[in-house]
T-cell receptor, first 116, second 112 residues
Framework: DADVTQTPRNRITKTGKRIMLECSQT?????MYWYRQDPGLGLRLIYY???????NKGEISDGYSVSRQAQAKFSLSLESAIPNQTALYFC???????????????FGEGSRLTVL | ELKVEQNPLFLSMQEGKNYTIYCNYS?????LYWYRQDPGKSLESLFV?????AVKQEGRLMASLDTKARLSTLHITAAVHDLSATYFC????????????FGKGTRLHILP
C-alpha cells in the first residue's frame, strides 16, 4: 500500500458542486500539504498543515478549504467548483520535525479533477 | 514573497551531451529540493541541499547550491533517454512561513 493515499484518483463534476479530495498517510509525519498542478505552471501550494490545530494558507487558497481531521488525514474541499479549478491535485507529507529529517516531500499519486 | 524561477522550461537534447538546469530563488532560503516527475506520475525526491556549497550526486545527475547567489543547478552528464522527465526545484523557508514553493519545472526530452 502507498504511504500517501489520495481519493478519488479521478473525478468529473459540474460547476457549482461541492467536491472533497481526501488524503491519508501512514508515514507518521506531522506536516501535510495540498498542491495543484497545471501544465506550464508547476505546482502551486494551496494549504499546508503542521498539526491538527495548525493550518496555513498557501499561494492560491481562494476557493478552497481544508480540514485536518487527524495527524494522518488532510482533506481539501472545493465548496462550489468552477472550471478553472480543473487540475491535478497532489497531497504531500514532510518528515520535518522528526529526528534525522531532511524535509523532503513525499507525494501521493494525485487526484485529477475535471469541472465541467 | 518567495519566487522560484527555473530555466530553461523545456530542453531537448541528444544522448551523450551535458547540460545544466538552473533554479533561482528570490529570498533567503534554508533548504532546496530537486524532484523528478515522469509523465502521468507523481513526484519523487532527487536531492535535498541544506547549506551553501552543498553538492549531491546520483548517477548522471549532480545538484549544487550557492545560497549567496540564490542559485541551484542540476547538471546532467552524458544524458541517456531514461532521464527524460520533468524536473522541479523547490525552496523551503524554514522558521519563517515554512512554505515550500516550487518552480514551474523543466521538461527534459532526451533524443536517442
Amino acid at each position: 500500500d502507498a504511504d500517501v493515499t489520495q481519493t478519488p484518483r479521478n473525478r468529473i463534476t459540474k460547476t457549482g458542486k461541492r467536491i472533497m479530495l481526501e488524503c491519508s498517510q501512514t508515514k507518521g509525519h506531522d506536516r501535510m500539504y495540498w498542491y495543484r498542478q497545471d501544465p506550464g505552471l508547476g505546482l502551486r501550494l494551496i494549504y499546508y498543515s503542521f498539526d491538527v490545530k495548525d493550518i496555513n494558507k498557501g499561494e492560491i487558497s481562494d476557493g478552497y478549504s481544508v480540514s485536518r481531521q487527524a495527524q494522518a488525514k488532510f482533506s481539501l474541499s472545493l465548496e462550489s467548483a468552477i472550471p478553472n479549478q480543473t487540475a491535478l491535485y497532489f497531497c504531500a507529507t514532510s518528515d520535518l520535525g522528526l529526528a534525522g529529517a531532511n524535509g523532503e516531500l513525499f507525494f501521493g499519486e494525485g487526484s485529477r479533477l475535471t469541472v465541467l | 514573497e518567495l519566487k522560484v524561477e527555473q530555466n530553461p522550461l523545456f530542453l531537448s537534447m541528444q544522448e551523450g551531451k551535458n547540460y545544466t538546469i538552473y533554479c533561482n530563488y528570490s529570498t533567503t532560503s534554508d533548504r532546496l529540493y530537486w524532484y523528478r516527475q515522469d509523465p502521468g506520475k507523481s513526484l519523487e525526491s532527487l536531492f535535498v541541499l541544506l547549506s551553501n556549497g552543498a553538492v549531491k550526486q546520483e548517477g548522471r545527475l549532480m545538484a549544487s547550491l550557492d545560497t549567496k547567489a540564490r542559485l541551484s543547478t542540476l547538471h546532467i552528464t552524458a544524458a541517456v533517454h531514461d532521464l527524460s522527465a520533468t524536473y522541479f526545484c523547490a525552496v523551503d523557508r524554514m522558521n519563517r512561513d515554512d512554505k515550500i514553493i516550487f518552480g514551474k519545472g523543466t521538461r527534459l526530452h532526451i533524443l536517442p
